[in-house]
């Protein structure tokens, strides 16, 4: 069974920074498309950014573009998330999982709080 485990949130202020990592116990993605996504309280899951298996091509919700990058290291099995310049509506829990279908169970995700 896959695991995906996120972390690296936190609280910070706005217009701070924050890297969260995403790795998978029992099987690598290496073979796959991947993609961060959040949700804030009261709303639904959002895609925030998504690289392709080889990190050659990377794209990103139009919320994060020129604030985020998504990058990824395949003999590790991980995948990251820098985000700068955090802005208060960044505030939600940030999951990754494979994209473009979600092969592996939801994880746990981690909390980011941007404080204005």
């Known amino acids: 069974q896959v695991q995906l485990v996120e972390s690296g949130g936190g609280l910070v202020q706005a217009g701070g920074s924050l890297r969260l990592s995403c790795a998978a116990s029992?099987?690598?993605?290496?073979?796959?498309?991947m993609a961060w996504f959040r949700q804030a309280p009261g709303k639904e899951r959002e895609f925030v950014a998504a690289?392709?298996?080889?990190?050659?091509?990377?794209y990103y919700a139009d919320s994060v573009k020129g604030r985020f990058t998504i990058s990824r290291d395949n003999a590790k099995n991980m995948v990251y998330l820098q985000m700068n310049s955090l802005k208060s509506e960044d505030t939600a829990v940030y999951y990754c999982?494979?994209?473009?279908?979600?092969?592996?169970?939801w994880g746990q995700g981690t909390q980011v709080t941007v404080s204005s």
């Open positions: 029992g099987r690598t993605f290496s073979n796959y498309a």
């Open positions: 999982n494979t994209h473009p279908l979600h092969l592996y169970p």
């Open positions: 690289i392709s298996w080889s990190g050659g091509n990377t």
